[in-house]
């Protein structure tokens, strides 16, 4: 977890998942007229898969967070990419990642992946995550639970190797303080880069990817649909949910995947003025 102050920056933005899709990143920095001497970005992760380029994005975001430009949290897809890296996972059939592991600076860039948060937060006001926050959680919970994960990840790797053999799977589905070892990370790596619906309880549903118009499970509601404690303090920005299409939900929740990489938009969040930035992917997207 990071703690950041935007203060001294002309712009802050928060952007959405990018997926690999350089060419829209481009166009939507050009858009808003980035300017990395004076401006600051957050990203909500998901930096690589689909899209045309992941490799360039990777090192884009990588280049201008060394600058001290930007930051950003890891979203599943990250995560699939380090798992694939240590031989864990094995790449799906239309995430074009093969370029990160065939290049020159690929081991660099994973492993500079590994050290990144899974969840920032900006000056007491705001919390950025992949997936957002669940309602059962206080916000000294979920920055002591990402700690949990980051310290793993960023361990020797022995330490990453004997986490990410166990990383995946969809049990537990409920927070328990008991949960230990690598069910309890499983848990909160779930929470914090999965999340879509979840019950009033703190269950998870993995399967439901759609719209908020069309019917969910019983007594499932979206995440952010129940009370929650950190968005009374806190705005949260996210993204990793493409059907929601980065439609306004509340002043304290900012959806941020607009689809992108399915021919969708690229997000940008103004934290200073509280506004969306839309850019379509000029290269039509994986549809």
Not at 42 to 60: I, K, P
Not at 139 to 156: C, G, I, M, N, P
Request: charged share 25%; aromatic share 10%; hydrophobic share 40%.
């Amino acid at each position: 977890m990071n703690a950041i102050s935007q203060n001294k920056y002309r712009h802050t933005y928060v952007i959405g998942d990018l997926q690999g899709c350089f060419a829209a990143l481009k166009a939507l920095l050009k858009s808003i007229q980035f300017d990395a001497s004076q401006d600051f970005i957050y990203f909500t992760g998901d930096l690589v898969a689909r899209g045309e380029d992941s490799l360039s994005c990777l090192r884009f975001v990588k280049k201008l967070c060394e600058q001290g430009a930007a930051a950003t949290v890891l979203g599943n897809h990250d995560l699939t990419l380090l798992a694939t890296s240590r031989g864990f996972k094995t790449m799906k059939e239309k995430d074009r990642t093969q370029d990160i592991f065939d290049a020159i600076d690929g081991s660099d860039l994973i492993d500079w992946l590994r050290h990144q948060p899974l969840l920032i937060e900006i000056d007491d006001r705001y919390v950025v995550t992949h997936a957002g926050i669940p309602h059962i959680w206080s916000f000294t919970q979920v920055k002591s639970y990402a700690r949990e994960v980051e310290h793993v990840l960023q361990s020797d790797l022995a330490t990453l190797d004997g986490f990410l053999a166990q990383m995946y799977g969809s049990q537990p589905d409920i927070w328990s303080d008991d949960l230990q070892g690598n069910e309890r990370l499983r848990a909160i790596v779930n929470y914090l880069t999965r999340m879509r619906i979840i019950d009033e309880q703190g269950h998870l549903d993995f399967v439901f990817k759609e719209s908020l118009d069309d019917p969910m499970p019983d007594g499932f509601k979206a995440w952010f649909d129940f009370e929650n404690q950190v968005a009374a303090t806190h705005q949260i920005l996210f993204g990793h949910w493409a059907a929601l299409q980065a439609k306004e939900i509340h002043p304290q929740i900012v959806a941020l995947d607009g689809g992108c990489v399915w021919g969708g938009q690229l997000v940008a969040f103004e934290l200073n003025g509280q506004k969306k930035h839309f850019e379509h992917n000029p290269l039509g997207g994986d549809v």
